[in-house]
């Protein structure tokens, strides 16, 4: 059983930078692909970002250009940097872990799934 937390969160400018962080535990972090998801107030969950267990990393067109994501394979933790915010990315910010093969991007897929860590954006 995983757990994960993700931190990191807070209430930023438009145009401002945010690094989301999310620890892992309970398991062998290495091998779960790790995905970001966000659900905006109103709004169904999305898919965000995506890095494999080999660091091959997939992102929503949304976001690609301004958002990055790593991983620490030593420090379980999976990064995600958020650059050039928009007051349109304000949302709940969900972690996943996932060990269906291939690029996933649903939600269902991923078994194990933080609590959130809100990002608001002001304009």
């Known amino acids: 059983q995983v757990q994960l937390g993700e931190s990191g969160g807070g209430l930023v400018q438009a145009g401002d930078s945010v690094r989301l962080s999310c620890a892992a535990s309970?398991?062998?972090?290495?091998?779960?692909?790790m995905g970001w998801f966000r659900q905006a107030p109103g709004k169904e969950r999305e898919f965000v970002a995506r890095?494999?267990?080999?660091?091959?990393?997939y992102y929503a067109d949304s976001v690609k250009g301004r958002f990055t994501i790593t991983r620490d394979n030593g420090k379980n933790t999976v990064y995600l940097q958020m650059n050039s915010l928009k007051p349109e990315d304000t949302a709940v910010y969900y972690c996943a872990a996932s060990q269906t093969p291939g690029i996933t991007t649903a939600w269902y897929a991923y078994a194990y799934r933080g609590q959130g860590t809100q990002v608001t954006v002001s304009s």
């Open positions: 890095i494999g267990s080999g660091g091959s990393t």
């Open positions: 309970g398991g062998t972090f290495s091998r779960y692909a």
